[in-house]
């Protein structure tokens, strides 16, 4: 479904789909969007449009880091903090809980070498001063359960488990509002069958969520036919030049019993480099 079509300075608006947006592209300038200016005369469509880019998640699966206040904004909230830790006790990370300690300037001055104290207190401000504790089970020598012990998850817990506590709250917003995610790098530093349960949480019939998820990822193993459709699946195919094109899994109509994962593998739906050999190297 086509509203406008803008080729540089020139413009197609169909009236009838993009009501009282003509005559807006002369007040468009060179460098600016027509749908923002749209917006802004109050044409309802350009709002709505916009208000659907505004609620989308794009997030790059190697930047994890930067979307952990997501996850602590959820746990804090007494009212929702469950679903941040039924997310980690399900995912088999052997983590019974989470607990977040803030850290106070008063606590850690007095462990601060002496030529460092001058310009602590500036830094310590500028410092997100939560400390983040994974609940473990404790065990003596002989296998017996004596309580729980708390781990730093900075320090010690795995990458993969961090990326998992980090993007858990972006996947809590995205179902609970309804809104499009986008992850580049979705599978780095998982395991696959918990790349699968996130994949299986968005497509379920019965979360009630119009949440929609789009991820590029290297894992083979999600080319799952148990999880995902033949019309959700495309590969990035590269020509000589550099150039891509995106390529739909449909347009190669595989058998419905043909495994995706090693046709892939095997070439049959391109995309797939053409490595050297490189024992020549050596």
Not at 83 to 94: E, P, R, S, V, Y
Request: charged share 35%; with cysteine; proline share 2%.
């Amino acid at each position: 479904m086509q509203f406008f079509l803008r080729i540089e300075n020139e413009y197609q608006i169909d009236d009838k789909r993009f009501v009282n947006a003509s005559g807006l592209e002369k007040r468009t300038r060179d460098n600016a969007l027509f749908l923002a200016v749209s917006a802004q005369w109050n044409v309802k469509k350009a709002e709505k449009i916009l208000e659907w880019f505004d609620k989308t998640y794009a997030v790059h699966g190697l930047m994890d880091q930067t979307y952990r206040d997501e996850t602590l904004e959820i746990l804090e909230n007494k009212d929702h903090s469950h679903l941040i830790n039924t997310f980690i006790k399900k995912a088999d990370l052997g983590i019974n809980g989470i607990d977040v300690m803030d850290i106070k300037y008063e606590d850690v001055i007095e462990f601060v070498p002496k030529e460092m104290k001058k310009n602590f207190k500036e830094k310590f401000d500028k410092t997100d001063n939560r400390a983040i504790l994974m609940i473990h089970n404790k065990y003596d020598k002989d296998n017996k359960l004596l309580g729980n012990a708390p781990f730093l998850l900075d320090k010690y817990e795995s990458e993969g488990t961090k990326k998992f506590f980090n993007m858990i709250g972006i996947y809590v917003k995205a179902l609970k509002e309804n809104r499009f995610l986008i992850i580049d790098e979705f599978d780095a530093r998982l395991h696959t069958l918990l790349t699968k349960a996130i994949i299986n949480l968005f497509n379920s019939p019965t979360v009630k969520s119009e949440a929609q998820l789009l991820i590029a990822c290297h894992d083979t193993a999600l080319l799952d036919k148990r999880i995902l459709r033949r019309d959700q699946i495309c590969f990035i195919e590269k020509d000589e030049y550099g150039g891509t094109e995106l390529v739909s899994l449909v347009e190669y109509k595989p058998r419905k019993e043909s495994p995706y994962d090693r046709n892939y593998l095997d070439g049959k739906y391109g995309a797939i480099p053409i490595i050297s050999d490189l024992e020549e190297l050596f």
